[in-house]
């Protein structure tokens, strides 16, 4: 297996129906652990907020580091969280990515993230040291982007088999410097880079999870896949339809003149008659 690089080029088709990502994660609670080259958080056990793929999953661990273990468009960010998810039948992990980049940017991402770095950087700034993350109302769906993804099968850090979901570094979180800065004096730099194969994009991006698991896509405006769509169409006699239709226009226009053309005609006619008559 090579490094995998993140970019449209390596793509090798699409996986619309074959990486089906749905979530609602809920609000939890974070423990974070600096284990020197990265943060890990760790998360209130919830019902399984994910599904991929029909399988259903819980979020395991969660992990921030500098730089990003994957490339983007050949070149590293400069940082990446991995958020690790079980699989409830056994099966391989679901690793969700989200690059971090330096910018003056900023999101709901960005917020959180600042947070965690800074409480951090505060209460656990050495290799071991543990210290709870009080935020109020986080959830991960302030986290991962609603948007198109990369997906392939590779190696977690431990070298367990995965699937892997990958954000392109466009939806990358936007961090700023004093942020990244702070991130790069509580863990030193980490030599993890992600190896996999085969390269699949979803141009649909994930979809909501509801109370009854049934999976709501969320396609950006002009995404296509495999699936087909289904539309209906009514037919729509009043006059608004009419109007907006240009043969429609064209008659009511006739219409009116003709109506007029005999108004004015017996307006004429009956001058006429009485001015014979006088």
Not at 72 to 98: Q, R, T, W, Y
Not at 171 to 181: M, Q
Request: hydrophobic content about 35%.
């Amino acid at each position: 297996m090579s490094i995998v690089n993140i970019s449209p080029i390596n793509v090798q088709g699409k996986c619309d129906n074959k990486c089906v990502y749905e979530y609602d994660y809920p609000d939890t609670n974070l423990i974070a652990t600096n284990i020197g080259t990265l943060i890990m958080l760790k998360v209130d056990n919830a019902p399984a907020p994910v599904i991929y793929n029909n399988e259903k999953y819980t979020v395991g661990e969660i992990f921030i580091s500098t730089p990003s273990v994957h490339l983007f468009n050949n070149s590293p960010s400069n940082a990446e969280i991995l958020i690790h998810h079980d699989c409830e039948s056994g099966g391989p992990k679901l690793i969700v990515c989200m690059p971090i980049k330096a910018s003056s940017n900023s999101s709901s991402g960005t917020v959180l993230l600042t947070d965690i770095i800074n409480m951090v950087a505060s209460n656990a700034p050495r290799s071991g040291e543990t210290t709870e993350i009080n935020i109020s109302d986080f959830t991960l769906n302030n986290i991962v982007a609603k948007k198109p993804f990369y997906s392939y099968s590779g190696n977690d850090m431990r070298g367990a088999k995965s699937n892997f979901i990958v954000y392109g570094v466009i939806d990358a979180i936007p961090l700023n410097t004093v942020a990244l800065s702070s991130l790069s004096n509580i863990i030193t730099a980490n030599s993890i880079k992600a190896e996999g194969s085969g390269v699949y994009y979803n141009s649909s991006g994930p979809g909501k999870k509801n109370d009854d698991g049934i999976y709501i896509s969320c396609k950006p405006t002009g995404s296509s896949s495999d699936e087909t769509t289904v539309t209906t169409s009514s037919n729509n006699n009043s006059s608004d339809s009419l109007w907006n239709n240009p043969s429609g226009k064209t008659g009511i226009i006739i219409a009116i003149s003709l109506v007029m053309f005999f108004i004015l005609f017996s307006m004429l006619n009956y001058i006429y008659i009485y001015a014979t008559s006088t």
